[in-house]
C-alpha cells in the first residue's frame, strides 16, 4: 500500500484529496497546522474504511518539518505528496506590507520546499513516486490583490517543470494542477452567481470532488507518462 501525505488537508479541497486517494488504496497522512480537530475527524472518517494518520507541524517551520518527516519515514517512504498548503493575505501591491508578502511566499513556495526535499531520496530509492503541487488559476492569469499568491504559485510552476526534469529517469512525476473557482464556504461569500457566470465560461464552480479526481489520476499508475505539466481545472477560464 503506497503512502500518501497531503498538506493543507483539513480544507475542502484537501479533505476531498485525501477521501479521493484513500479510496484508490493509499495510507493517507492528513497534515494540518492548526486546525488539529478536523484533521483527526477526517482520519477517523477515513479509517471507518481506509487507513490513516494524521500529523501536525508548520510547513513553513523547516526544522519542525524535518522532525515531523523524519518520524514518518521511520515507518517507510512516502510515494505520494500532495502539496496542498496554502494561504491568502490579499492587498493591492501599493499597500501590501512586506508580512502579507512574506507569509504567503512562506507557505505556497518555502512549504512546497520544507514538505519535499525530505521525502526525495526514500522516494527515489523505491524508483517510484508522484508529486503533485496545487497551485491557482491567480498564477496563470494573474488577479487584482493577489500579486504575493500569484508570484508564490507562479514559483511553484517554474520549481515543479524543473524537479520534473530531474525525477524523470527515476519514475517519479511532478505535476501541478491549478484551480479556479472552487465551492467552498469562503468562495460562496465572496462570489455571487451572477459573478461566477461572468468570470467562468462553464458559468458554475468547481467541486472539490472534481479537483480530487484529477490529482488521484496524477497520483495513479495511468499518469505514469505525464510530467512536468500544469494543469488548469478552471471551468475554461485560462
Known amino acids: 500500500?503506497?503512502?500518501a501525505l497531503v498538506t493543507g488537508?483539513?480544507?475542502?479541497?484537501?479533505?476531498?484529496?485525501?477521501?479521493?486517494?484513500?479510496?484508490?488504496d493509499m495510507q493517507i497522512i492528513v497534515h494540518c497546522n492548526r486546525n488539529a480537530e478536523?484533521?483527526?475527524?477526517?482520519?477517523?472518517?477515513?479509517?471507518?474504511?481506509?487507513?490513516?494518520?494524521?500529523?501536525?507541524?508548520?510547513?513553513?517551520?523547516?526544522?519542525?518539518?524535518a522532525a515531523a518527516l523524519e518520524?514518518?519515514?521511520?515507518?517507510?517512504?512516502?510515494?505520494v505528496v500532495v502539496n496542498n498548503a496554502g494561504l491568502y493575505d490579499d492587498a493591492p501591491m501599493p499597500g501590501m506590507s512586506r508580512t502579507q508578502?512574506?507569509?504567503?511566499?512562506?507557505?505556497?513556495?518555502?512549504?512546497?520546499?520544507?514538505v519535499t526535499q525530505p521525502l526525495l531520496l526514500p522516494m527515489i530509492r523505491t524508483r517510484w513516486g508522484r508529486i503533485i503541487n496545487i497551485s491557482s488559476v491567480s498564477a496563470l492569469r494573474g488577479n487584482r490583490g493577489q500579486t504575493n499568491y500569484a508570484a508564490a504559485k507562479a514559483g511553484l510552476h517554474?520549481?515543479?517543470?524543473?524537479?520534473?526534469?530531474?525525477?524523470?529517469?527515476?519514475?517519479?512525476?511532478v505535476n501541478v494542477v491549478a484551480p479556479g473557482l472552487i465551492t467552498s464556504t469562503g468562495t460562496q461569500q465572496l462570489f455571487t452567481p451572477e459573478q461566477v457566470a461572468t468570470l467562468v465560461p462553464m458559468?458554475?464552480?468547481?467541486?472539490?470532488e472534481e479537483v480530487a479526481d484529477l490529482v488521484a489520476f496524477l497520483a495513479s499508475e495511468q499518469a505514469g507518462y505525464i510530467s512536468g505539466?500544469?494543469?488548469?481545472?478552471d471551468g475554461a477560464m485560462t
Open 71 to 79: 518520524q514518518l519515514l521511520e515507518q517507510g517512504p512516502i510515494q
Open 158 to 173: 517554474g520549481a515543479s517543470k524543473a524537479l520534473a526534469l530531474e525525477l524523470a529517469s527515476r519514475g517519479i512525476t
Open 1 to 3: 500500500m503506497k503512502r
Open 203 to 208: 458559468k458554475r464552480f468547481g467541486t472539490p
Open 229 to 233: 505539466q500544469i494543469i488548469a481545472i
Open 9 to 24: 488537508a483539513s480544507g475542502a479541497i484537501g479533505s476531498a484529496i485525501c477521501r479521493r486517494l484513500a479510496e484508490a
Open 101 to 114: 508578502w512574506q507569509r504567503v511566499i512562506d507557505v505556497s513556495l518555502n512549504g512546497f520546499y520544507n
Open 38 to 65: 478536523a484533521a483527526e475527524r477526517l482520519a477517523a472518517e477515513i479509517q471507518q474504511h481506509g487507513n490513516a494518520q494524521t500529523v501536525c507541524f508548520d510547513v513553513t517551520d523547516v526544522d519542525a518539518s
